[in-house]
């Protein structure tokens, strides 16, 4: 299949004042100037926007620009858009992180303190409408070739009982040979742990008891002092640490096996915080047992939070260590252990057993943990699901519980070759998690091979598809500036306007409260389609206009006054002059997404009964928290043909 060339590309051979041009599913990847022309012409016209919708590009001041890593909806309307370091190894030398609060409504900004660099975390909405941020990047990858000091993990001994140990940044380890390698981040060990062993003699006296002492451990990141082969090692030795004296000096030691200059990859933190959207400010809590850098964090029935995955604080997946924070305590315990590649799309089903669909976004052998299944927690117990198509193309794949979320079904769209293959798929794949044996089935091809789309809910239950590319990180100019509506009634996508900005890695979409849906990011290796100059992050905003909108003009359904909590029996009532006019209702968790990963959206169908004398809608929310976690949502009302109304928000508790 042809594919269109980039938006820069485009520019460069028509001039600054060239028209992008709408691709259909199956366009011709070249057109002459004249035909750019009408197309601009044919798809301004109303006809055509009611049947595809249109595009528009965000006015963003210049100060206000950022690389948008991730992105999120708060409850007050406004999109959090997080950056961090933005990628920007600059950025983070410098401790330059960012954040911008957006109101799409206003279209105003507003930048937020940034304390630590947010870049590559995890987040998820908590029942009180705060969004947790955990994890982030605490050094910059260096590739292979680039190493000059040998570097890598250094397990910290503590054998003292009665206090902890804190080494700071800097801090010398010193080898038996003498080489000598300096500590990167503060690290505190624990203190040792200390057991009384009692037995008793033949007459049944108890004998002197024994003490018996554990060395408590931590790990810390370590380079050598000096460039140089010398600091190269395999084999296991102790490190002193220089400058301790007498017990401590005894007691505090490193070990460590393997300090070499091969590639070293991103580290993570250990960092929490909840941003909290009525006063526009991010709130420390605990910080995590484990560093994490790519982490998931997905919200529980109980509104707890379970993070899972992540590159830990020496730069490997964490091996299975999962914690579960609690926001009531604002503290992490631990959780039950299983490994995942990093970034993995894991869903909430009812019942409570989380669905991982295989959908992830890199790091990890591409032997372990890709396989998709059922865990439930409880058991700590895993069950595979088969019949996925080209099961070795989940990387960067998107996935979504789709509409209504009664219905129990996962879809699996697009996705590559694990790290930077070249291969791509146009697979798409449902499961349907309520049958007794679940299994993958094939769904209705994309129209073409397709890394980092985006997917999103839509108030009439259709999902919303656009942007990707072709090749990892949108190598050869192979963004797709094409978009589609997926119908699960019909397991059919149809056509839409086709975005004008190129979305790949570091992409993310989200639907508004008004119903429009918004796209931010983009992060492609190179700029053109001959891979000759360096990409530079997109940081353009677009909103897609759906056909509904253009279909209703003004004339939309509207819920007048009502309340922001459900009564006792789970029901609220909104004042409306269209009470016979609406068909359907819908509750939209607000989405919180990166690297094509959003496991917060789902769309949960309510009961609906409308007042006698037609002044009156009321909804009926599920009870069940795990088809409703706890929190805040969109209340969405649609007609008979599928024009909703603006969002309201409610919160449903625990």
């Known amino acids: 299949m042809a594919h269109r060339p980039s938006a820069k590309f485009r520019k460069t051979l028509l001039g600054s004042g060239a028209v992008v041009v709408l691709a259909a599913l199956n366009a011709p990847a070249a057109v002459s100037f004249a035909e750019q022309r009408y197309h601009a012409y044919k798809i301004a ?31 007050t309307g406004k999109v959090l858009l997080i950056a961090g370091s933005g990628n920007s190894q600059k950025n983070f030398d410098a401790g330059t992180f960012e954040t911008v609060l957006w109101d799409p409504a206003a279209n105003t900004f ?21 969004l947790l941020v955990a994890g982030g990047t605490a050094r910059y990858e260096i590739l292979d070739g680039e190493v000059r000091r040998a570097g890598g993990g250094m397990r910290v001994k503590n054998e003292n009982p009665d206090k902890a ?6 801090t010398v380890f010193r080898s038996p040979s003498g080489i000598e390698y300096v500590s990167r981040f503060d690290v505190t060990v624990p203190r040792a742990k200390r057991e009384f062993e009692i037995s008793y003699d033949g007459g049944g006296r108890m004998k002197p008891w024994k003490t018996k002492v554990t060395a408590a451990e931590a790990r810390v990141f370590v380079e050598a002092r000096e460039e140089g082969p010398q600091a190269l090692t395999t084999e296991a030795a102790q490190y002193e640490v220089v400058g301790l004296k007498g017990d401590d000096a005894d007691d505090v030691y490193g070990l460590a096996q393997k300090l070499t200059t091969e590639k070293q990859d991103f580290q993570g933190i250990k960092g929490a915080y909840e941003f909290d959207p009525r006063a526009e400010r991010y709130v420390p809590v605990a ?15 109980d509104g707890r939070v379970l993070a899972v995955s992540g590159l830990d604080d020496v730069g490997d997946v964490v091996p299975g260590d999962n914690e579960i924070y609690d926001p009531a305590t604002k503290k992490w315990t631990k959780g039950p252990t299983r490994y995942f590649p990093t ?16 959908s992830n976004a890199g790091y990890g052998p591409a032997d372990k943990g890709r396989a998709p299944g059922l865990w439930d927690l409880e058991k700590n117990a895993f069950t595979p699901l088969g019949g996925l198509t080209d099961p070795d193309q989940l990387e960067t794949s998107s996935s ?70 072709r090749d990892y990180r949108g190598r050869g100019g192979s963004d797709i500036l094409k978009a589609q509506f997926y119908d699960p009634r019909t397991n059919a996508f149809t056509a839409a306007a086709a975005p004008t900005v190129g979305r790949n890695y570091h992409s993310e979409a989200l639907l508004l409260p008004d119903g429009r849906v918004v796209t931010f990011g983009s992060d492609p290796l ?129």
């Open 110 to 130: 507003k930048k937020i303190p940034t304390p630590v660099d947010f870049f590559c975390s995890g987040h998820t909405q908590l029942p009180d409408g705060r």
């Open 343 to 358: 970034y993995p799309s894991l869903f909430l089903t009812r019942g409570g057993k989380l669905l991982y669909t295989g």
């Open 165 to 170: 140990v804190t080494l700071r940044k800097g």
């Open 526 to 654: 190179f700029d053109d389609k001959d891979d000759t100059r360096l990409g530079t992050f997109e940081q353009r905003v677009e909103v897609f206009t759906p056909p509904y909108l253009h279909r209703a003009g003004a004339d939309r359904p509207v819920l007048g006054e009502g309340p922001q909590e459900l009564d006792q029996n789970g029901r609220a009532t909104f004042k409306t002059a269209d009470a016979g006019r609406i068909a359907e209702a819908r509750l939209m968790r607000p989405s919180a997404v990166t690297h094509t990963t959003d496991v917060e959206q789902r769309s949960v169908e309510l009961g609906l009964t409308r007042s006698g004398n037609g002044t009156t809608v009321t909804v009926d929310v599920p009870d069940d928290r795990t088809l409703v976690p706890p929190g805040w949502y969109m209340l969405f009302v649609t007609d008979a043909d599928g024009i909703p109304s603006e969002a309201k928000w409610i919160q449903v508790g625990d």
């Open 287 to 301: 910080p995590m047992k484990d560093a994490r850098w790519y982490p998931t964090l997905v919200t529980l029935d």
């Open 400 to 469: 979504l519980l789709l509409a209504p979320a009664q219905d129990q079904k996962v879809m699996v769209l697009g996705g590559g070759g694990v790290g930077e293959s070249p291969r791509s798929t146009a697979r798409t794949s449902i499961v349907d998690v309520s049958a007794d044996s679940p299994v993958f089935t094939d769904g209705p091809a994309l129209p073409q091979g397709t890394r980092y789309l985006s997917s999103v809910l839509l108030p009439d239950d259709t999902v919303l598809t656009t942007g990707g590319s």
């Open 45 to 75: 016209q109303p006809g055509y926007q009611r049947r595809f919708g249109s595009w528009a590009e965000v006015p963003v001041p210049e100060q206000y620009r950022v690389n948008a890593i991730h992105a999120a909806l708060l409850h």
